[in-house]
C-alpha cells in the first residue's frame, strides 16, 4: 500500500489552515503532519523533511510565502513542492512565489475538487499545474530585470519540448506530439534545465515566457 502525501499548511489564518485540513484529512491517500503561521514556520517545516507538499500563503507577517520559497529552495537539497495560496490569480505575489522556485499556485476561492487535485498532480506528476492561469500571469507580471541566461543556447528541438510543457503537456504527452520516446523528452528537458540555470519544470516554463518563447 502507497504510503500517503504528507502535506503541511503554512497560514496565518487559523480558520483557514482548519478548512484545507478538514478537506485534505478526509482523504485516504494524504495527511496533513504539520502546520504554520509564516514563513518561519514554513523553512522549520520543509527543514525537517516531514511534508512532501507545502500549501502556503503567500501573504503572511515577518517572513511571507515568496521569501520562505526562495529559502527553502536555495537551502535544500530536495525541498518539497511548494503550491502558493492566493486571493487573486493576477497577483504579482504570485509571480514572484513562482520565480522563487513555487511549483504552482491555488486560488483561496478553488474548488474542493480541485484542491485535491492540484496537491495530487503537483506531487506525483511531472505536468505543469495550471498554465492558463500562469500564461496570465506572465502577461500581467512585472518584467524581469534581466532576460533568463541560457535561452539562446537552446537547441531547435530543446526549445519544442520546452514550448509544448509550456502548453501544459506532461511527458508522455509531449514525447506523443513530437514523436519522440519519453526518456528522450526527459533528457532535453535535463538539458534545457541545466542551459537556463533553473531546477524545474515550473522554473524553466518562467524563463520561456520571461525569454519570449512563448
Given at each position: 500500500?502507497?504510503?500517503?502525501?504528507?502535506?503541511?499548511?503554512?497560514?496565518?489564518?487559523?480558520?483557514?489552515?482548519?478548512?484545507?485540513?478538514?478537506?485534505?484529512?478526509?482523504?485516504?491517500?494524504?495527511?496533513?503532519?504539520?502546520?504554520?503561521?509564516?514563513?518561519i514556520d514554513a523553512v522549520a517545516i520543509a527543514r525537517s523533511g516531514k511534508a512532501d507538499v507545502l500549501l502556503m500563503d503567500v501573504r503572511m507577517p515577518?517572513?511571507?510565502?515568496?521569501?520562505?520559497?526562495?529559502?527553502?529552495?536555495?537551502?535544500?537539497?530536495?525541498?518539497?513542492?511548494?503550491?502558493?495560496?492566493?486571493?487573486?490569480?493576477?497577483?504579482?505575489?504570485?509571480?514572484?512565489?513562482?520565480?522563487a522556485g513555487a511549483d504552482g499556485f491555488l486560488l483561496k476561492r478553488t474548488r474542493v475538487e480541485d484542491l485535491l487535485a492540484a496537491v495530487r498532480l503537483?506531487?506525483?506528476?511531472?505536468?505543469?499545474?495550471?498554465?492558463?492561469?500562469?500564461?496570465?500571469?506572465?502577461?500581467?507580471?512585472?518584467?524581469?530585470?534581466?532576460?533568463?541566461?541560457?535561452?539562446?543556447?537552446?537547441?531547435?528541438?530543446?526549445?519544442?519540448?520546452?514550448?509544448?510543457?509550456?502548453?501544459?503537456?506532461?511527458?508522455?504527452?509531449?514525447?506523443?506530439?513530437?514523436?519522440?520516446?519519453?526518456?528522450?523528452?526527459?533528457?532535453?528537458?535535463?538539458?534545457?534545465?541545466?542551459?537556463?540555470?533553473?531546477?524545474?519544470?515550473?522554473?524553466?516554463?518562467?524563463?520561456?515566457?520571461?525569454?519570449?518563447?512563448?
Amino acid at each position: 500500500m502507497t504510503a500517503p502525501l504528507r502535506i503541511a499548511l503554512i497560514d496565518d489564518e487559523a480558520l483557514i489552515r482548519s478548512g484545507f485540513a478538514a478537506i485534505i484529512g478526509a482523504e485516504p491517500d494524504l495527511e496533513v503532519v504539520a502546520q504554520g503561521a509564516d514563513g518561519i514556520d514554513a523553512v522549520a517545516i520543509a527543514r525537517s523533511g516531514k511534508a512532501d507538499v507545502l500549501l502556503m500563503d503567500v501573504r503572511m507577517p515577518t517572513v511571507d510565502g515568496i521569501q520562505a520559497t526562495g529559502r527553502i529552495v536555495s537551502e535544500l537539497d530536495a525541498p518539497p513542492k511548494i503550491l502558493v495560496v492566493t486571493t487573486f490569480d493576477n497577483d504579482d505575489y504570485v509571480w514572484q512565489a513562482l520565480r522563487a522556485g513555487a511549483d504552482g499556485f491555488l486560488l483561496k476561492r478553488t474548488r474542493v475538487e480541485d484542491l485535491l487535485a492540484a496537491v495530487r498532480l503537483v506531487a506525483r506528476t511531472d505536468a505543469l499545474l495550471f498554465p492558463e492561469a500562469v500564461r496570465r500571469l506572465a502577461v500581467s507580471a512585472t518584467p524581469a530585470r534581466k532576460a533568463p541566461r541560457g535561452i539562446g543556447d537552446l537547441s531547435e528541438r530543446e526549445r519544442e519540448v520546452l514550448v509544448h510543457a509550456a502548453r501544459g503537456l506532461s511527458n508522455v504527452e509531449i514525447a506523443a506530439e513530437l514523436f519522440l520516446g519519453r526518456e528522450t523528452v526527459k533528457t532535453h528537458l535535463s538539458s534545457v534545465y541545466t542551459k537556463l540555470g533553473v531546477r524545474d519544470r515550473t522554473q524553466a516554463v518562467i524563463a520561456a515566457y520571461e525569454g519570449g518563447l512563448v
